[in-house]
């Protein structure tokens, strides 16, 4: 089985990534960055935090370097909880971070090289995806961030569906998910139940939406985009799994759910290998 471990770069920038992905890729820890702000100490890869944005560069600059990945070139655009995925061509490349963008976008795909794709959680899930075919070449990348009404909306299937529509075999893709909030700390109340249950069905709901406390439930985020992915041929050993909980681990993780906008932003990049 595939298995997600942490590195440790020199520069003390602390990521994960996945045996299985054979291209430069990472999720981010809040480890190893230059943030000095108790809020955001001290890996924050996000603006409009505590940070100013030199500080914010200066961590991408030592994630991407850690990483294997050229920070001038990253795509990351706002996001806003939709399965919208944009197909991604070095065209692109730099915006959100390099080259200021007003485009929104919560997932992306691309087969061109040159070109780094990333999305920014602090709970949500983060699921980065690469086909690899039979010599064990990558050819497509994918970069999706599944938020709870994001993992209802499906942007986990629409993100094979649009490596698949790249030129991606199905067969040939791998994914990864990073460090999200577990169901240990992802309690919703029967309101956001109702979406759940709207977006993916009662059965699927019934599956994964367990009760907690009266006119609560765990909702567990993890088990549902595992299930979507099963649904459209991507599972067994083709798919890893961090255990790490974001709001559990403050020493190591940002959390929406621990600490409000009282935080920073973790970053998960995939890139295709020059
Ligand atoms: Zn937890």
Redesign the pocket.
């Known amino acids: 089985m595939p298995d997600i471990y942490m590195m440790r770069a020199e520069s003390g920038v602390t990521y994960l990534r996945a045996s299985h992905l054979p291209c430069p890729h990472g999720f981010s820890t809040r480890l190893g960055g230059v943030s000095t702000h108790p809020e955001t100490v001290s890996l924050n890869l996000g603006r409009g935090f505590a940070d100013d944005d030199a500080t914010v560069r200066e961590n991408l600059d030592r994630f991407a370097a850690a990483v294997g990945f050229d920070s001038d070139t990253l795509v990351s655009l706002h996001q806003i909880h939709s399965p919208d995925v944009r197909t991604v061509t070095a065209a692109d490349a730099g915006l959100g971070y390099s080259r200021p963008s007003d485009e929104t976008a919560d997932g992306y795909v691309t087969c061109e090289r040159g070109v780094a794709i990333g999305i920014r959680t602090a709970d949500c899930v983060p699921i980065l995806a690469a086909a690899v075919d039979e010599a064990g070449r990558p050819y497509a990348v994918g970069a999706f961030h599944a938020g709870w009404r994001g993992t209802v909306a499906g942007i986990a299937t629409e993100g094979v569906r649009r490596m698949v529509a790249l030129g991606a075999r199905v067969e040939h893709i791998r994914v990864a998910i990073g460090p999200c909030?577990?169901?240990?700390?992802?309690e919703i109340d029967d309101a956001a139940r109702e979406v759940f249950v709207a977006g993916l069905g009662g059965e699927m709901t019934d599956r994964f939406v367990l009760p907690s406390r009266e006119g609560h439930y765990d909702a567990d985020l993890v088990g549902i985009n595992l299930a979507l992915l099963a649904e459209v041929g991507v599972s067994g050993g083709r798919v890893a799994v961090s255990d790490l909980?974001?709001?559990?681990?403050g020493d190591l993780l940002y959390s929406h759910r621990r600490d409000g906008r009282k935080r920073g932003s973790m970053l998960s990049v995939i890139t295709l290998p020059k």
């Open positions: 909030i577990h169901r240990c700390c992802f909980c974001t709001r559990c681990r």
